[in-house]
């Protein structure tokens, strides 16, 4: 079964930092592009940083950070000096053989 699984979120304090893990099964990261997306309360889902298949990446805000282990097959976000409006569920995502996968998010929230 292919499938995405984000981890590592949770309180944190503004102007720390956290990494989110995005790991997979069943889809070799290394070889797809992954997009991490955030979805605030009560917000709409919105994108925040992809790592393109030949690593190249583009970020939404320049605290932001992706990179990969590829022995993990795992996907990593790492924001730093975060600020409340980091807060919300994030998600990753890839597409597979035309098909888009979704992991189910991973919960951040941000005390000031």
């Known amino acids: 079964q292919k499938q995405l699984v984000e981890s590592g979120g949770g309180l944190a304090q503004a102007g720390g930092s956290l990494t989110l893990s995005c790991a997979s099964s069943g889809i070799r990261l290394s070889a797809n592009g992954v997009a991490w997306h955030r979805q605030a309360p009560g917000g709409q889902r919105e994108w925040v940083a992809t790592v393109a298949a030949g690593g190249a990446t583009r970020y939404a805000d320049s605290r932001f950070h992706v990179f990969r282990d590829n022995e993990k097959n795992t996907v990593y976000l790492q924001i730093t000096n975060l600020q409340t409006r980091d807060a919300g569920v994030y998600y990753c995502?890839?597409?597979?053989?035309?098909?888009?996968?979704w992991g189910q998010g991973t919960q951040v929230t941000v005390s000031s």
């Open positions: 995502n890839t597409q597979y053989r035309g098909q888009n996968y």
